[in-house]
Nanobody, 124 residues
Framework: QVQLAESGGGLVQAGDSLRLACAASVRTLSMYNMAWFRQAAGKEREFVAALPLTEAPDYGDSVKGRFTISRVNAKNTLYLQMESLKPEDTPVYFC??????????????????WGQGTQVTVSS
């Protein structure tokens, strides 16, 4: 059983930066495709960024150029560096792991394991 735990969320102002972390059990990061999604209350889960094992990172259109996904396998940790935050970046952020398979990486139903989420609130 893979366990994921997000951290790093909080309350920031528009224009600020924030880094989220996702700690994974076992050797998850070296075996899985990883991604970040976010979900606002009453809305569908939205793709943010994916870090496939053998392909280049992929980003959602609304965060491209502002967010950077990365991993440190030695620490079993996935990161999401968020710059120039906007109020619309506010929802709960989840990290996810996909056991196997290629693209598409933007579909949440393809991911096998999820963390509990961390809240990000960006005030204007």
């Amino acid at each position: 059983q893979v366990q994921l735990a997000e951290s790093g969320g909080g309350l920031v102002q528009a224009g600020d930066s924030l880094r989220l972390a996702c700690a994974a059990s076992v050797r998850t990061l070296s075996m899985y495709n990883m991604a970040w999604f976010r979900q606002a209350a009453g809305k569908e889960r939205e793709f943010v960024a994916a870090l496939p094992l053998t392909e280049a990172p992929d980003y959602g259109d609304s965060v491209k150029g502002r967010f950077t996904i990365s991993r440190v396998n030695a620490k079993n940790t996935l990161y999401l560096q968020m710059e120039s935050l906007k109020p619309e970046d506010t929802p709960v952020y989840f990290c996810a792991a996909m056991r196997s398979g290629g693209p598409p990486y933007r579909i949440s139903a393809r991911y096998d394991y999820w963390g509990q989420g961390t809240q990000v609130t960006v005030s204007s």
